[in-house]
């Protein structure tokens, strides 16, 4: 039978994996947003020739890539911290920052994000939002769904490290995770 701390490893490694399929997915989209704003430009420039819809597209590639992006650049460390003084932590020291800061900043505010996001996707659904503007994309909608699924795959990455955190911190995992 397996023991808590294996659970709870096999649960993180879990989530892990999530954050780096839509890392990978987020890597696709920003080849296809580099390929449509080469394509938007070249069309301008060359031709004289303007497209709202991808101008939107663009955009709207950029949203998923922040959003959908963030677990994944939260998994690989790639957050913004204050390296000057982390960097003279012990490992340890490391591990208890990382758990306060995902704990009593991070999870509060992906919370805050979800839970006031809802209104604004409800209503972008409710209506079948699309762009005000002629020639623009419609399913704006399905746009602004990506906010509480962005954060809530961040909620999940902060949910991994946390138990990382504890298991290192416990002695259970080797190095830091």
């Not at 704003?37 to 949203?63: C, I, K, P, T």
């Not at 913004?80 to 900043?105: C, H, I, K, M, N």
Request: with cysteine; proline share 5%.
């Amino acid at each position: 039978m397996m023991d808590l701390p294996s659970k709870f490893q096999r649960l993180a490694h879990g989530l892990d994996r999530l954050s780096e399929i839509s890392g990978h997915a987020v890597a696709w989209m920003v080849v296809l947003m580099t390929l449509v704003v080469g394509y938007d430009v070249a069309m301008r420039y060359l031709f004289n020739v303007g497209s709202v819809a991808l101008q939107e597209l663009e955009w709207h590639l950029f949203a998923l890539i922040f959003l959908l992006g963030a677990a994944y650049t939260f998994k690989q460390e790639g957050h913004v911290r204050v390296e000057v003084l982390y960097q003279r932590f012990s490992p340890r020291a490391q591990a208890w920052a990382d758990l306060f800061g995902t704990v009593f900043f991070l999870l509060p505010f992906c919370v805050l994000i979800i839970i006031s996001s809802w209104p604004f996707v409800f209503n972008a659904f409710q209506y079948s939002e699309g762009s005000p503007d002629p020639g623009g994309l419609p399913y704006r909608f399905l746009l602004k769904s990506a906010i509480p699924i962005g954060f809530s795959l961040l909620v999940l990455q902060g949910l991994a490290s946390i138990i990382q955190r504890i298991l290192f911190l416990l002695g259970k995992e080797k190095g830091q995770a």
